[in-house]
């Protein structure tokens, strides 16, 4: 049975997360650069012929609203993200994001709960959608959490490269270093070690921010304004990344059908262990 909490302060079907502000300042932009250790060039000389934020920015977007999780944060993980893009980010601007509960559901040992954030133009248009499940260990709440073998989890069993053009990113070694500027010098179990081990992890778990905007950078570069005004994105995360993991984001486009460009993408480690796994398209 589906846990309902009773505390107004956590998640609940339906309810209104409120709003906030968003702006891809300087600061987010640079810490997103310089933590992925990617060129920032292409985001300044690009099909728009003006600045644009990379499109995984949207991922600074899902933080800042309370009371969409369960206080018990023992084991949680990031489970699935999809996005539905509409226009690109300009650097600067001031946008408002709204969100809601959408769902709360049951998965294996987990409690996840669907979160939708949509980002709004100042004239009032929606930019973005997006869903972020997120996933609790609601019967712990200390010791260890219990991890798989990724070989034995039954999505690595099943992936396999489907036949189309192969587009792949450059590999990156993650380390901690990266992590605590990608998150800005905040500590939490994505950059420190301890928050980690309070949380049940024995080393720090790369944020699926981070891994996501690594296949978001791919993408962008790859359909350019196809992916920023008609860009659909859904990824399940299958293997959790640990700082000096070695990572490549790769893409096979399979085809092009009613004015779309579709591809499995996909993220793996040196070992072949899959990270990430999903979909993507973008308008031709």
């Not at 499109?55 to 309370?66: C, I, Q, R, W």
């Not at 949380?199 to 778990?205: A, C, H, N, S, W």
Request: proline share 4%; net charge negative.
């Amino acid at each position: 049975m589906t846990y309902v909490s009773n505390d107004p302060e956590e998640a609940s079907i339906g309810k209104d997360l409120g709003s906030r502000e968003f702006v891809a300042d300087e600061r987010i932009l640079n810490d997103y650069f310089e933590g992925l250790e990617i060129e920032a060039g292409w985001y300044d000389e690009n099909p728009y012929g003006a600045r644009i934020a990379p499109s995984m920015t949207l991922s600074s977007v899902d933080g800042g609203f309370p009371g969409g999780g369960f206080k018990n944060a023992f084991g949680n993980l990031w489970m699935r993200q999809q996005w539905r893009m509409n226009a690109p980010i300009v650097p600067g601007q001031t946008y408002t994001a709204t969100s809601k509960v959408i769902d709360i559901y049951d998965h294996r040992s987990r409690t996840l709960v669907n979160s939708e954030v949509t980002l709004w133009s100042p004239e009032g248009e929606a930019m973005a959608v997006g869903n972020h499940h997120q996933s609790y260990l609601l019967s712990q709440s200390s010791g260890k959490v219990a991890l798989r073998d990724p070989k034995a989890k039954g999505g690595a069993r099943r992936f396999s490269v489907p036949e189309g053009d192969l587009v792949e990113g450059e590999p990156h070694e993650i380390s901690l270093e990266m992590c605590g500027t990608f998150f800005h010098g905040n500590a939490n179990y994505h950059t420190d070690r301890r928050a980690a081990e309070e949380l049940g992890f024995e080393e720090v778990v790369v944020g699926g921010r981070m891994t996501m905007s690594y296949i978001g950078d791919l993408m962008d570069r790859h359909f350019g304004r196809g992916w920023f005004e008609g860009g659909i994105l859904d990824i399940k995360f299958t293997n959790i990344v640990w700082p000096e993991d070695v990572v490549t984001a790769k893409a096979v486009i399979t085809d092009e059908s009613d004015g779309r460009a579709n591809a499995a993408v996909w993220m793996e480690k040196e070992d072949g262990t899959v990270a990430i796994v999903g979909t993507a398209s973008a308008a031709v």
